[in-house]
């Protein structure tokens, strides 16, 4: 394992508990539970009058049961992150790879349950913008995805990456982890590019589902609060599109974007909230001050979305998406990374 990765996982474990359940066979999790109190009575000494009080303290033993609860994911011995297809009849478990391949692993951290799936988006070959600065899409996508990560896990969250290193990930694998995990929240992150023009208000686009009122929802609090936040900045902004919460379509009335069409029953959004490709936005994205605001307001939407009924600002109309895709996120020329 790599030294970032071995950091990273074991800040996961360290923060994640809820999340994750670290074991090395896929035998059934073993979890703490049916809680024993006890209860001692000491007697102490207060003051010159030498009188006596009871002090009533409790202590819990715990006693080991087994629950019923198979991993949902793996985080590899190197610190991906796969969804398990089924248990392996050798030992181990079937997973499914960043490739979408498949690979049989036998150790790693089990994963149970997740209420917040962050997906960085693009990586390895796959950069998404650049920005004239150098600036990759893909290096900025997993920074914020990882400050997110700490805002809510520190929150009590359970969260899990769909990309934990510089490497590609299929659209298809995204969609695969997510149908495993099956988590609250799916929010996909992704800084734009393309042509701008000027704006006063910053050009961010949030994505969500056309079908599911939840993700259209999640999509105008994740609007409301980036725009709250980016406009504090002193930044010249810019658009390419009228900015706000939207749906965007295929030719076939489905979602275009396939993080959000293969997250089918799953509250899903997808985060556009500075253009790279304007200067000045990029210049201000070198600070992990910007980085780290930008972080905190995915993390405040997210939680006002789990516990509470606001509804979110920017709503617009549905759009079909013209002109051609990115033609990325397929398998064509996927490299799996090591997962050992
Ligand atoms: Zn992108």
């Known amino acids: ?60 033993t715990t006693t080991s049961t087994t629950i019923a609860s198979e991993p949902v994911a793996i985080v590899s011995p190197s610190g991906v992150v796969v969804p398990v297809l089924t248990a392996s009849p050798s030992g181990g478990w079937i997973v499914g790879t960043p490739c979408a391949n498949t690979a049989t692993l036998d150790s790693g951290m089990p994963v149970t349950h997740v209420q917040v799936l962050i997906d960085p988006g693009h990586g390895g070959d796959e950069t998404g913008a650049v920005a004239s600065s150098g600036l990759r899409e893909s290096d900025l996508n997993l920074d914020v995805a990882e400050r997110l990560q700490r805002f809510l896990e520190y929150r009590g969250v359970s969260t899990l990456l769909t990309r934990t290193d510089d490497y590609r990930v299929a659209i298809a ?113 070198e600070s992990g001050y910007v980085r780290e605001q930008e972080a905190i307001a995915l993390g405040k939407a997210i939680l006002r979305f789990m516990e509470t009924e606001d509804a979110g600002t920017g709503f617009l109309d549905s759009r079909t998406f013209e002109g051609p895709g990115s033609g990325t996120g397929g398998i064509a020329g996927c490299s799996d990374p090591d997962l050992l």
């Open 1 to 60: 394992m790599r030294r970032r990765d071995l950091i990273l996982a074991v800040a996961v474990i360290v923060s994640g508990c809820s999340g994750l359940m670290s074991r090395e066979s896929p035998a059934p999790v073993t979890n703490v539970g049916n809680a024993v109190l006890t209860t001692t009575t000491i007697s102490v000494n207060i003051g010159e009058s030498s009188s006596s009080t009871s002090l009533t303290t409790s202590t819990s």
């Open 173 to 285: 694998a995204r969609g695969e982890l997510a149908q495993r995990v099956e988590p609250d929240v799916f929010i996909s992150i992704h800084h734009n590019g393309g042509p701008t023009t000027p704006t006063r208000e910053p050009g961010t686009l949030v994505f969500h589902q056309v079908a599911s009122s939840d993700s259209r929802r999640l999509a105008g609090l994740v609007y409301e609060e980036l725009v709250t936040t980016l406009s504090s900045l002193d930044v010249s902004y810019a658009a390419g599109s009228p900015p706000g919460a939207v749906a965007m379509l295929n030719d076939s009335g489905l979602d275009y974007y396939g993080v959000l069409r293969r997250t089918d029953g799953i509250t899903s959004v997808l985060s556009e909230s500075f253009f790279l490709t304007n200067p000045a936005e990029a210049a201000v994205l």
